[in-house]
């Protein structure tokens, strides 16, 4: 397999526009979401009794949710459940999670009021949480980066994923895992999104890349099938490079140093075509709208602490990428839910920074070096 590592390196540009939104000690979670008011960013601290905020984007000022635990890893919205949201919670840097565990906050209808924050099962070093949708039942699975630690470097034992029937736990209030994997190291990626417009939930680790998908014959109900056997750390699915069919893009290994693009061969098996070792602790792993094709974005929360984009369209002979920010070491990167015709946007929890960015550019030239 040949690899390309050819690229245009640009500097950061003038033409891009950088707006901080908040600032927050230990960001590390981030959602972007929508109410009768418009696009908000839900933006959660790792640190111990660190601070959840919403932060509105069609203006207003940020929101204290809660400051209750902390130590938020994942948020995402609870299905069928306007205003409230599922968050694994509790694993505070660098892996100190033996009290982590799964919330759900709800807001409240006065703007101005605390949420309520209910614990809804305790799970040790929880790290990643989705939702699946089977036979017209939503069930939750949680994953955790390790079944156990004796101290933040030892992964000597496995991660784990567990899954609950979240309709049948909201009506019973009744919450019981029940393990589908126990046997996935250094456990950190999990991804949903559509892959060729089906929707799919993946998870990832030392052992590679999986689908979540329902089995009849496992205790669980499900079964991980696998896609990918490199360890990754996180992933995306997209058309980076508009052939009509969805890539892999993934940071390798945990934590890792290198972006890597996968695309299918002839016999439908994923193979890497392209590949850089331009990452250092990469992390924050999206793809956001630009114009008429999809960018890459991307975090290093090591060495420079660069804010990374890559545009894919000439893959594998020619790969543009971009230096949106250095010194910020972000930690998640989201869409910012008001992209136009002619504005690129997304927003950046920007963890060595303490800030929380939006970044704007246009979509009718590629960023020019300046």
Excluded at 21 to 31: C, H, N, P, S, T
Excluded at 113 to 140: C, Q
Excluded at 340 to 366: D, I, K
């Amino acid at each position: 397999m040949v690899f390309w590592e050819e690229f245009v390196t640009t500097t950061k540009s003038a033409n891009v526009r950088k707006s901080v939104l908040d600032r927050l000690e230990g960001g590390y979670a981030l959602m972007l979401d929508r109410d009768e008011q418009g696009p908000f960013l839900f933006v959660g601290s790792e640190s111990r009794g660190g601070e959840s905020r919403v932060i509105p984007l069609n203006g207003g000022s940020p929101r204290t949710v809660t400051t209750e635990v902390g130590g938020m890893m994942h948020i995402l919205p609870a299905p069928g459940r306007p205003g409230c949201y599922v968050s694994a919670m509790g694993m505070f840097a660098p892996f100190i999670g033996q009290k982590a565990g799964v919330y759900m906050l709800e807001a409240s209808s006065d703007p101005a009021a605390h949420w309520k924050v209910e614990h809804l099962f305790d799970m040790p070093f929880a790290h990643r949480i989705g939702f699946l949708e089977v036979n017209s039942r939503t069930y939750l699975f949680v994953a955790t980066v390790s079944k156990n630690k004796e101290n933040p470097d030892d992964w000597s034992q496995p991660g784990e994923l567990y899954v609950v029937d979240f309709d049948h736990a909201l009506q019973s209030n009744e919450w019981k895992p029940e393990p589908v994997s126990e046997a996935i190291y250094r456990n950190h990626g999990m991804w949903s999104g559509a892959l060729d417009g089906r929707h799919v939930l993946l998870m990832s680790g030392a052992e590679g890349m999986f689908e979540i998908k329902p089995d009849a014959a496992s205790k669980s109900g499900f079964a991980l099938e696998p896609i990918i056997e490199e360890e990754i750390s996180e992933m995306v699915a997209a058309d980076v490079d508009g052939d009509g069919r969805d890539e892999f893009v993934a940071i390798e290994p945990f934590h890792g140093h290198r972006l890597r693009v996968y695309k299918r061969d002839g016999n439908e098996r994923w193979a890497p075509v392209w590949e850089t070792t331009d990452l250092s602790f990469g992390h924050g792993l999206n793809v956001v709208n630009w114009g008429d094709r999809p960018l890459v974005v991307v975090g290093n929360r090591r060495s420079g602490n660069e804010l990374l984009g890559f545009d894919f369209a000439g893959l594998p002979e020619t790969v543009v990428r971009y230096v949106f920010d250095e010194g910020v070491g972000p930690t998640q990167i989201e869409p910012s839910g008001f992209e136009t015709r002619e504005m690129a946007s997304f927003v950046s929890c920007n963890q060595g920074a303490g800030e929380v960015s939006l970044y704007e550019f246009p979509t009718s030239e590629r960023i020019v070096e300046r």
